[in-house]
Structure formats: structure tokens, C-alpha cells
């Protein structure tokens, strides 16, 4: 047998028990300057959310709109993993900073960026920055903790990104609105700042124990695995497209570099991705449950306000009041269930019951209709956070209970690079379920109404119902809307009269048969509406119905996890004594 071909166990170093050597009031520091450094990449992905539509304007880009996105998922997504690694190797104080410099770095040039094609190459910068920020933050707390102290502070984590998603859109629209759109990346500055000053200051090195190599034939495998399987599935397409060369071409060179970095991790005592995590059940069924809560939770941020806007008429401010409770409820339960844990060490239960209210919750979303309320709406969504703020850092705090220290990093790591893989398969799957179920509701919906047009005016209609504007989000009227929104009545109405007050005004007119098709027409008009509103609400509560069996994949692989006692923390006994030897490792 070729010895070359079996990874080597690689030299362990002494590591640090940072969480018996370090004080309160540095830890306090230390999370103080990571959380401020996490909140600074939650922030970015709402609060340039609000800003885009007049970046479009401004830059004359709306057919590159989607990209400025998609390159900070794909940048992000893609080096995770290798930012676990590397945060494993080199310290988590490192990466952090590394992370902070690069993500600093993309907002001052996407602030200064002079058309969407250099908005979307510094977004990708901006992406970089935050997978290391992302990855390393959520390992800390496994550092300065024994387990059983992990829990609070990891959902406190949590929460930071609900807390982003309510603060993003309100500072985006004040900074757009008042000193222009730019300054949405510029305010990153001052906190970026300040999370600086936190972790130069007071955070140690946190060094995991591992040699500082890196396999970067693997890192650059798992990119070509990775970045052509994202952008096929970004593609908004109908589903003939799917059979395309381009997307099979895509799926083809993904598939290929899949096979090299198996083949390569497999022989490498270095690797991104050890192979020998999956053999730890644990983690294992941790990352496929990512996946399916992933996938679940980005359907309900996604559609939901897709549901509001179009299938209740709402304007984009109260589809995001809609949310709010989503964001209340997974700050309050992510918080709450962490003391319990922390108090009783059980986190399986949560886990599980957290899944069983989020099934509910899903259960309740699949039963919105265009009778629903914004009420309604925030009703079932406060359901769905109760069960999904638990689950979340749980999940985190499960996967790093089952791995050596020395592992944190990269099983983290790990375990969000599945998430977040969930996300934009979700994301694609839940699209395509979208654009067939509305496809066939439009159709059920307007066909009868278009009947009942006058002949003369079918062209109209058809124009202002067009299937395909509307699958795609079509406005109004063109140029205009920063949201998807179905024609405007009143617009709609001006025109019928311009239309029939020229028929009246023609020689030999019959006034009664033109005020009768007149009639017909703007009945026929308003039944168009409601029923492109009956078909958004039908085509939503369809996604929901088919995320559910995903929140029960989910559940189940939950169920069949294993529950690792949490060690309490070590006595503080010699404390001193090692946190003296180990002041020069820690510098």
C-alpha cells in the first residue's frame, strides 16, 4: 500500500485553556469587539438592500441588478470553509482582523464605485471580508468557554444578525434618502473602527493547536466545486432553461471539481474539509440539518414579502413591518432557550422542540391566502422565529461540543458553509416552485376575466396582465418601482376612459353599447387585479407547503442526533499559575 496516499496525523502543539486562564472582563471585551465585528457584516446585507434601487438609477444598471448579490453570496459562501481552516491554523485574532480589513476595504471602494460592473467586483471584496468575520466570529465563544457556558453566549450571537435585519433597512433608507446612497457603505467605517480597537486591544490569539498550513490545491478545488453550482442555481429561468448547455455545463464543472477535492482532501493531513469530521455522526447530521433549515428559513424571508406586496397589495414598508415579528421572536427564543441550556445542559430537547414549532409555523405560512391580513402575517411568522431562533446557535453549539478544540474553527465553519449552501439551494428550488405555481394560477385566474374584455380592448388587457412581466416581477408601468407590484388600478382606469371617450367622440357612435363595454371593461380590469392577487398568494402558500417537508427532514435528523454531555467549566485552582505561562504563547 502506497504510504503517500494515507493522510498523516499532523503534530499537535500544547494548545491554550483560554476559558479557564482568561478573566471576565476580557471575555467580556473580547466579545464585545467580535460581536461589533459580526454586526458589521449582518448590517451590510439589509441595509444595502434599501439602497440598491436608487444605485440602479443612479448607475444605470438594472440588468445587473441581481449581481451586486450574487457576488457577495458567492465570494462569502465559497471561503468559508477556507477561512475555518485557516482560523484553526494561524488564530482566530488573525483571520478576524484580516477579515474586518478586507471587508473595510470593499466598502470604501463600493462607496466610491463609479458604475455596476466596479459595484459588483467590490461587493465580492465585501464578501470575502465577511465569510472571515462570519466563520471566525461563531467560533470564539468555544474558545473563551467551557461548554456549558457556550449556550447564552451563542445565541446572544444570534441575534446580532435579527437585530441587523430591523436597524439595516431603517439606516439605509435615512442614509439614502438624506446624504446619498454611498454613505450606506461608508458607516461601515466607524464601526469597523471600533471593532478593531476591541480585538487589537484585548483579544488573544486564540490559537487552536494546529500547524499553520493550509491545503490550497484543496481551497482552490473546493471554489471550483462550489462558485459554477451557486451561479447556476442563481439563474432566474423557466424550467426549459434548466436543460440548458450553459446551466449543464455549469452543473458538469461543479460535479467535476467535487470528484478532485475529494480526491485530493482525502490525501492531505492539511485539508479544508477533513474527511474525518464526517465520520463524526454528530456533525454529520448537524450539517445536513443546516442544509434543510437553510433552505426553510431563507423561503420565509425570501416570499414572504413577495406575498405581502403582491398578493395583498402592501407597500414595501409594511411588508417589512410584516417581518418584524419574525425578528422579535428569534431574539427573544434564541436568548431565552440559551439560559435554559446553560442551567440544565440539555440542548437536544430545544433543538427538537425548536424544529417541531417551526414544522407549525411552516404549517401555518402555507395557509396564507389573498384573504390574509399583514396580522395574519405576522402571526404565523412570530411562530416560525420562535422555532428557528433556538435551533440556529444550538446547532452551532452542538457541533462544537462533538469536535476537539482544535477542530472549532473548521467544524463551524463547516456547518455554515452547509447552511448557507441550503440557502441558495432553497433559494433556486423555491423559484422554480414559485414560477410553475404561478404560471398555472395566472392562467386559471385572468383566463375567464380576459373573456369577458370587449374585442377591442384584449390587447390592453393582455399587455397589462402579461404572464411573463408579472412572473418576473414586472411594475406598473416601466422604469419605475423598486418593488414588484401588479398594475396600478387607478393608471389602468385612465386609460379605459381615454380609450371609450374617443369611441364616443366618433361619427355615428353608439353611446349606450360604448358605456356597456366601458363597463365590462373596468369590472373585467378589477377582477384582473384580484385575481393576480389570488394567484401571488396562491403561488406562496404553495413554497411554504413544500418547505414543510424540509422542516420535517430536518426534525428528524434531529431526532436521530446525538446529545453530548456539556462540560462545566474547569476550577479556577492554578488559573494563575497558567495564565502566566501562557502569556507569551497568547501575545
Known amino acids: 500500500m502506497d504510504a503517500s496516499a494515507t493522510p ?34 449582518a448590517l451590510d446585507q439589509t441595509i444595502v438592500a434599501t439602497a440598491l434601487p436608487r444605485v440602479v438609477a443612479e448607475l444605470h444598471g438594472m440588468e445587473l441588478f441581481a449581481w451586486t448579490s450574487t457576488s457577495y453570496l458567492l465570494a462569502s459562501t465559497t471561503t468559508v470553509p477556507i477561512y475555518g481552516k485557516l482560523s484553526d491554523g494561524f488564530g482566530r485574532k488573525r483571520i478576524l482582523l484580516v477579515g474586518v480589513g478586507i471587508f473595510l476595504l470593499g466598502s470604501v471602494l463600493c462607496g466610491l464605485a463609479p458604475s455596476m460592473v466596479a459595484l459588483i467586483v467590490f461587493r465580492g471584496v465585501q464578501g470575502l471580508g465577511a465569510a472571515a468575520i462570519t466563520s471566525t466570529a461563531f467560533a470564539v465563544p468555544a474558545d473563551l468557554f467551557a461548554p456549558a457556558e457556550r449556550p447564552r453566549y451563542q445565541g446572544i450571537f444570534g441575534t446580532v444578525f435579527a437585530l441587523a435585519s430591523v436597524i439595516g433597512p431603517l439606516l439605509g433608507g435615512a442614509l439614502t434618502d438624506g446624504v446619498g446612497w454611498r454613505w450606506v457603505f461608508f458607516i461601515n467605517l466607524p464601526f469597523g473602527a471600533i471593532a478593531v480597537a476591541f480585538i487589537v486591544a484585548k483579544m488573544p490569539r486564540l490559537h487552536s493547536g494546529l500547524p499553520s498550513k493550509v491545503d490550497w490545491l484543496g481551497a482552490l478545488l473546493l471554489i471550483v466545486a462550489t462558485v459554477p453550482f451557486l451561479l447556476a442555481l442563481r439563474g432566474d ?101 440559551a439560559r435554559i441550556v446553560s442551567r440544565t445542559g440539555r440542548y437536544k430537547v430545544v433543538i427538537v422542540g425548536g424544529l417541531v414549532v417551526l414544522c407549525f409555523g411552516l404549517f401555518l405560512l402555507s395557509t396564507l391566502s389573498e384573504e390574509s391580513t ?127 371617450d374617443a369611441r364616443r367622440r366618433a361619427p355615428g357612435a353608439d353611446i349606450a353599447a360604448i358605456t356597456e363595454d366601458e363597463k365590462r371593461t373596468v369590472a373585467a380590469m378589477e377582477a384582473g387585479v384580484r385575481g393576480v392577487r389570488a394567484s401571488f398568494a396562491r403561488a406562496v402558500a404553495q413554497v411554504y407547503a413544500w418547505s414543510l417537508p424540509l422542516g420535517l427532514c430536518a426534525l428528524v435528523l434531529a431526532l436521530f442526533t446525538r446529545e453530548i454531555p456539556l462540560r462545566s467549566p474547569a476550577p479556577p485552582a492554578g488559573a494563575r499559575g497558567a495564565r502566566a505561562s501562557s502569556l507569551k504563547e497568547r501575545r
Open 8 to 41: 498523516q496525523p499532523s503534530p499537535i502543539v500544547e494548545r491554550i485553556d483560554y476559558a479557564s486562564t482568561l478573566p471576565p472582563r476580557t471575555k467580556a471585551l473580547v466579545l464585545a469587539g467580535v460581536m461589533m465585528a459580526l454586526f458589521l457584516a
Open 237 to 337: 429561468r423557466p424550467l426549459s432553461e434548466w436543460l440548458s448547455p450553459s446551466v449543464l455545463g455549469a452543473f458538469g464543472l461543479s460535479l467535476g471539481g467535487l470528484v478532485a477535492f475529494i480526491h485530493v482532501e482525502r490525501r492531505t493531513p492539511h485539508a479544508i474539509i477533513p474527511f474525518a469530521l464526517f465520520e463524526n455522526r454528530v456533525f454529520l447530521l448537524v450539517c445536513l440539518t443546516s442544509v434543510c433549515t437553510g433552505a426553510a428559513f431563507f423561503a420565509a424571508l425570501l416570499f414572504l414579502s413577495i406575498f405581502a406586496v403582491n398578493g395583498l397589495g402592501a407597500t414595501a414598508r409594511e411588508a417589512g413591518m410584516a417581518l418584524m415579528p419574525l425578528t422579535a421572536a428569534v431574539v427573544l427564543t434564541s436568548v431565552a432557550t
Open 374 to 500: 399583514l396580522w395574519g402575517i405576522g402571526m404565523r411568522t412570530f411562530i416560525f422565529g420562535c422555532g428557528m431562533g433556538p435551533v440556529l446557535p444550538m446547532l452551532t453549539l452542538s457541533v462544537q461540543n462533538a469536535v476537539a478544540p482544535r477542530e472549532v474553527g473548521t467544524a463551524t465553519a463547516g456547518r455554515q458553509f452547509f447552511q448557507q449552501l441550503g440557502q441558495a439551494v432553497g433559494s433556486a428550488v423555491f423559484g422554480l416552485v414559485l414560477t410553475m405555481s404561478l404560471a398555472h394560477a395566472l392562467r386559471d385566474e385572468l383566463a375567464p376575466v380576459r373573456a369577458e374584455v370587449p374585442a377591442d380592448m384584449r390587447a390592453h388587457f393582455d399587455r397589462w396582465f402579461d404572464p411573463r412581466r408579472l412572473q418576473s416581477g414586472g411594475t406598473a408601468h416601466e422604469g419605475q418601482g423598486e418593488e414588484a407590484r401588479i398594475p396600478e388600478q387607478e393608471l389602468r382606469i385612465q386609460e379605459i376612459r381615454r380609450h371609450f
